[in-house]
T-cell receptor, first 113, second 111 residues
Framework: GDSVTQMEGPVTLSEEAFLTINCTYT??????LFWYVQYPGEGLQLLLK?????DKGSNKGFEATYRKETTSFHLEKGSVQVSDSAVYFC????????????FGAGTRLTVKP | DTAVSQTPKYLVTQMGNDKSIKCEQN?????MYWYKQDSKKFLKIMFS???????INETVPNRFSPKSPDKAHLNLHINSLELGDSAVYFC??????????FGQGTRLTVV
């Protein structure tokens, strides 16, 4: 079945550091890929998405590129802020598989001033 | 207006009890989900419904029974609660462009 594997955390960075969180997927169809963010005590919110190969999703300085050849969707940000501290989830949605929506294990990011 | 709302937000109950969590979305989406998030933040799909019909039913104990009276509602009933059921339960709905909208979560504590 479909699955998502993402880098285990926790990740601790200093403000203005470069962030990469790795994500790879397996899917039977041609999925859409997402990054969601969860702040403490809240539900998940969409951060960015990409629906086809070579698409780049971007939002709030975060970016991720859909790489079909490596089945990857790594999240990057050039300069993190304290307010970026949260749990980040990579996810896929597979229209060819009943819109099955799968999430990675989540990566907790802490940014220190 | 909250797009996906769950009630209650917190639920503390004793082992063996039966409880329900309600979920409503006002986005007009056809597909809704229930997820369980454990203490390590791992998010596991439990069920998905499309227009009131069960589509995905993961390996979940049959003490858990979803009910969808209409496509805007997907409730979760849990019988004979066990300690291991303690978690945060999230309801979500899926837009036509496959973006998921999540509720705030229900923190269930079984004592």
């Amino acid at each position: 079945g479909d699955s998502v594997t993402q880098m285990e955390g926790p990740v601790t960075l200093s403000e203005e550091a470069f962030l990469t969180i790795n994500c790879t997927y397996t899917a039977t169809g041609y999925p859409s890929l997402f990054w969601y963010v969860q702040y403490p005590g809240e539900g998940l919110q969409l951060l960015l998405k990409a629906t086809k190969a070579d698409d780049k999703g971007s939002n709030k300085g975060f970016e991720a590129t859909y790489r079909k050849e490596t089945t990857s969707f790594h999240l990057e940000k050039g300069s993190v802020q304290v307010s970026d501290s949260a749990v980040y989830f990579c996810a896929l949605s597979d229209r060819d598989n009943n819109n099955d929506m799968r999430f990675g294990a989540g990566t907790r990011l802490t940014v220190k001033p | 207006d909250t797009a996906v709302s769950q009630t209650p937000k917190y639920l503390v109950t004793q082992m063996g009890n039966d409880k329900s969590i309600k979920c409503e979305q006002n986005l007009g989406h056809d597909t809704m989900y229930w997820y369980k998030q454990d203490s390590k933040k791992f998010l596991k799909i439990m069920f998905s419904y499309n227009n009131k019909e069960l589509i995905i039913n993961e390996t979940v104990p049959n003490r858990f029974s979803p009910k969808s009276p209409d496509k805007a509602h997907l409730n979760l009933h849990i019988n004979s609660l066990e300690l291991g059921d303690s978690a945060v339960y999230f309801c979500a709905s899926l837009s036509p462009n496959t973006e998921a909208f999540f509720g705030q979560g229900t923190r269930l504590t079984v004592v």
